[in-house]
């Protein structure tokens, strides 16, 4: 059969999958159709990556490749080889701040899924007035900066904020609320910031989820407790290993909350970094730290990819 | 057997007739007394008062939005009524919670949890009565061999076709033995070759459950005359009209039963006879065309009436096209025989087991469907033909709104 333009058209195809599909032999190069780049490996799908391509190296792969090698470098950029490298993995600041890193991003991974979940399951099976509009709130501290949570705890529950002095003036003979400054401050203000983080794909897993699965678990004897239990969360799992991911990730990268927490003796990589580049002008120890900081941030993220597949593939099953 | 099931099962209350909650051993395995279930401002089921049996199979049949499955979630106690009382074996459950009913639901989607395999959606129900292991174990492999799913036991629910989604949703429902099994349009998922087969299945399920009292939402018909005792008619959220298979589809209380269950052409007639209990021959004008239809109504002469004929009941009149003719002139005819209706075909539809047309009457202004038999002969559209009816397959239902 042909076509008004001309080539043929193989039969079989245009009867199954129309003639929008089908299989065009004898075609000429020229027209609408063939003249956009559709042919992999042609020269011209590489010139549409070109743009991209070269912001990604001009602005991401040079920095990073240059800190990779400032590591390698003394102050006055000579090669040092591996000695930086050693000196900052035995030092003792080092593996503190690594430490408390993991420690603070795990503490706050952990508040904000407990709450995210709470909240997730409250929005969406308990029905009450205004549970749209506490979703728009919760939504709309995402679009805060960061350091605003800090700021606002240090005016409420710093040692001279509004709480303090109520109390201060209340009972004059109990000690002040002081918990802003130090790890606890940093993982509250984390865990009320990225707690929406959490919510946010519960809500959308939740939404999907039949409501007749729930009333089939019910009229089978399941309280409302086991209901979300045994049908709720296995099904919400998912979502809350790529929010733990996530948070986790970002927690581990904070730097805005703990700053502004003013917490001297909370010293996270990101911490360690800045004080080693801006305040103490040590780049190459700098450099190394950031690397190691890169290092765990790839090693989180390949964690969170293997489990959230793992998770969502086809061939998981719960227990018996 | 299932003769004698269905002849004690008719013995059960009609609806709307309450047992006393005190009896030790109520007749009635649900009974719903004037539930109403509104969302807002809109009313979702009005007023409905129904009594199933133990043992008795009720099919509530309406189209979307008849308040059908609503009826079946205020019994299920995903509802909560806004009025009304909901009973179970005569005990008043209109305030326990699903979890307390005992009653085991089927749904449309068949609800499987996905996440758990086979097996473990069985044992679901038994879990949460905190059974003992052992017996868990014994009632799950028992429920799937009844069900025929005992090779799949460890698969999960995606795994499964259609057909053996529902037969493992059935077997959970059952695990529990529950003394009343809710079905919600358990096959409305399924293709048309599964459906069949299931309803094979559900049948024959229901023999072997001989006592427990079974509400299966439709809104097929085949399926509800297949495997109810009973069916209640559902419209607007009300109930419009309760009674067996056989009572609804021969003679139907109302229009929209007529019409609803089996398809029935409507014709509007008015009575020339005199009435006066249910059950004899009434005698109507359809038009200027007399005709004859059981009339299960008291009917006064000059009462306006619908003859409700089912298609297959219609027969074409030997000698059709000549004897149309005859009628086509004025469309009054004159004085042809009784239930003879001339028309004109429309259209010709083959169904595989037969020919469905479709023939506007003359002097009627009426398209009614006509249900040929195989092998018998088929007019052509255009053709003109006579219709006739025995007095016996046609019957009166009242003049009201459709």
């Known amino acids: 059969m042909r076509t008004a333009a001309g080539p043929r058209v193989t039969p079989a195809l245009v009867g199954s999958a129309g003639v929008g599909s089908a299989r065009v032999t004898g075609a000429p190069k020229a027209g609408p159709a063939s003249s956009f780049p559709h042919i992999p490996g042609s020269w011209r799908s590489w010139l549409w990556l070109a743009v991209p391509l070269l912001f990604v190296a001009v602005f991401f792969a040079y920095p990073l490749a240059q800190i990779g090698a400032q590591s390698f470098q003394d102050k006055y950029g000579a090669g040092v080889g591996l000695a930086n490298w050693q000196y900052e993995l035995s030092s003792a600041a080092v593996q503190k701040a690594t430490a408390a890193t993991l420690k603070i991003a795990a503490l706050s991974t952990l508040g904000a899924l407990l709450l995210g979940t709470f909240i997730a399951l409250a929005l969406s099976f308990v029905p009450f007035r205004g549970a749209g509009l506490v979703t728009r709130l919760i939504e709309t501290v995402v679009s805060f900066p960061s350091f605003l949570i800090p700021l606002a705890f240090s005016i409420l529950y710093g040692r001279t904020g509004v709480v303090n002095s109520v109390l201060g003036q209340l009972a004059p003979g109990l000690p002040a609320l002081n918990f802003v400054n130090d790890v606890p401050g940093v993982v509250l203000a984390e865990v009320a910031f990225y707690t929406p983080f959490v919510v946010r794909p519960l809500l959308a897993v939740f939404s999907q989820l039949p409501r007749e699965l729930l009333d089939v678990a019910g009229s089978l004897g399941s309280g409302p407790l086991a209901i979300v239990r045994t049908v709720i969360l296995p099904a919400g799992l998912p979502a809350l290993a790529a929010s733990a991911g996530l948070t986790f990730l970002l927690t581990m990268n904070e730097f805005g909350i703990i700053l502004f927490t003013g917490a001297k003796n909370v010293m996270t990589l990101p911490m360690l970094i800045y004080t080693r580049s801006i305040v103490t002008f040590d780049m190459p120890s700098a450099a190394v730290i950031a690397c190691i900081q890169v290092a765990l941030s790839l090693g989180v993220y390949c964690l969170y990819r293997w489990t959230y597949k793992k998770l969502s593939g086809a061939n998981h099953a719960a227990p018996r | ?402």
């Open chain 2, 1 to 402: 057997m299932l003769s004698t099931m269905k002849k004690s099962r008719r013995a059960a209350p009609a609806a709307g007739h309450p047992t006393p909650a005190a009896a030790v051993e109520p007749e009635n395995a649900v009974e719903l007394r004037d539930v109403s279930v509104s969302y807002g401002t809109t009313v979702a089921l009005s007023g409905l008062s129904l009594a199933v049996a133990r043992g008795e199979t009720v099919a509530l049949l309406g189209p979307s939005g008849s308040g059908k499955s609503t009826a079946l979630k205020a019994i299920a106690g995903f509802e909560r009524p806004s009025s009304g009382r909901v009973l179970l074996d005569g005990v008043d459950v209109t305030d326990a919670s699903p979890a307390r009913r005992g009653i085991g639901v089927v749904v449309q989607q068949y609800a499987l949890f996905p996440h758990m395999r086979v097996d473990a959606n069985v044992a679901y129900g038994l879990k949460a009565r905190r059974m003992p292991k052992a017996e868990i174990a014994a009632r799950v492999k028992a429920m799937l061999e009844m069900v025929g799913m005992e090779g799949h036991a460890h698969k999960l629910p995606r795994q499964l076709s259609g057909g053996q989604q529902q037969r493992v949703a059935i077997a959970r429902a059952l695990a529990i033995r529950p003394q009343v099994l809710l079905l919600d349009e358990p096959l409305s998922a399924l293709d048309a070759s599964l459906r069949a087969e299931m309803l094979l299945e559900l049948q024959a399920l229901r023999a072997e459950l001989p006592d427990i009292a079974m509400v299966y939402v439709t809104h097929d018909q085949s399926e509800a005359l297949t495997l109810a005792d009973r069916i209640a008619v559902m419209r607007n959220a009300r109930l419009e009209e309760i009674g067996t298979a056989e009572q609804l589809y021969s003679r139907p209380a109302g229009a929209f039963t007529a019409k609803f269950l089996g398809g029935a052409s409507l014709l509007p007639a008015i009575s020339t006879t005199v009435v006066p209990d249910g059950g004899a021959m009434g005698s109507v004008l359809a038009g200027a065309h007399r005709m004859k239809a059981v009339a299960p109504f008291a009917v006064n002469p000059g009462g306006r009436v619908l003859v409700a004929v089912r298609p297959h009941a219609w027969k074409l009149a030997a000698g059709s096209p000549a004897a149309a003719a005859g009628w086509a002139g004025d469309g009054a005819g004159d004085g042809y025989t009784v239930n003879s209706l001339p028309g004109r075909v429309e259209s010709v539809q083959w169904r595989g087991a037969g020919h469905r047309l479709q023939v506007d009457l003359i002097g009627l202004s009426e398209r009614v469907t006509v249900d040929l038999p195989a092998m018998s002969a088929v007019p052509a559209p255009g053709d003109l033909v006579v219709l006739t009816v025995e007095p016996q397959h046609a019957v009166l239902v009242p003049a009201g709104e459709l």
